[in-house]
Each structure stands twice: as structure tokens, then as C-alpha cells.
Nanobody, 115 residues
């Protein structure tokens, strides 16, 4: 079982930046893909960005050009750099790891963007 621990959330003003981190309990070489999802109050969880083992990335249209997902294989960590934050980015952000058709989730970290 893959354990994931997110960090880096907080309160930021609109236009500001945050970097989220997701540390995995095992080598991310063994993980097929990792990603960030978010869930705002009263809304369904949605995909933000994913990165494959080979480094291929995918972004939701609402964050493309503002957010960047990356990985540090040596640290077993995936990052989400969030720039030009907007109030509508406010949500709990979750890290997910997909391995052998099983998805593992972190506990989430709150991001709040004030206007």
C-alpha cells in the first residue's frame, strides 16, 4: 500500500503562489502515475494535474499555464507549483498515486485564496 503525505497548503492572496508537496512511502519509479486533485465545498473532486512515470503531464484547462506538476524521483516526491492563484482555486487538494490499477489517496491539504 502506498502512503502519501501532502504539505504546503495555506492561505494566500489572489495573485500569489504556493507549492504543494506529496511525499510517497515508496519509490515513485514503481508508481504508474501521480496526480493532484481538488475538491471545493459542495463540489465534486476534480483533476488538477497528473504526471506519468515517464514524465508526461496533463492539466485541467482551468489551471493550464498557471500550475506546474513535477517530480523528484530521488525524494519520492511530487510537487504542484501554483502561480497566479484565484479565489476559485480554493479547495482541499489531494495527491493520488496509481499503481497496478489501484489508486491511493493522501489526506489532503487546504488551499484558501482570498480576494
Amino acid at each position: 500500500q502506498v502512503q502519501l503525505v501532502e504539505s504546503g497548503g495555506g492561505l494566500v492572496q489572489a495573485g500569489g503562489s504556493l507549492r504543494l508537496s506529496c511525499a510517497a512511502s515508496e519509490s515513485i519509479f514503481e508508481i504508474d502515475a501521480m496526480g493532484w486533485y481538488r475538491q471545493a465545498p459542495g463540489k465534486q473532486r476534480e483533476l488538477v494535474a497528473t504526471i506519468s512515470r515517464g514524465g508526461r503531464t496533463n492539466y485541467a484547462g482551468s489551471v493550464k499555464g498557471r500550475f506546474t506538476i513535477s517530480r523528484d524521483n530521488a525524494k519520492n516526491t511530487v510537487y504542484l507549483q501554483m502561480n497566479s492563484l484565484k479565489p476559485e482555486d480554493t479547495a482541499v487538494y489531494y495527491c493520488k498515486a496509481d499503481r497496478r490499477y489501484i489508486g491511493y489517496w493522501g489526506q489532503g491539504t487546504q488551499v484558501t485564496v482570498s480576494s
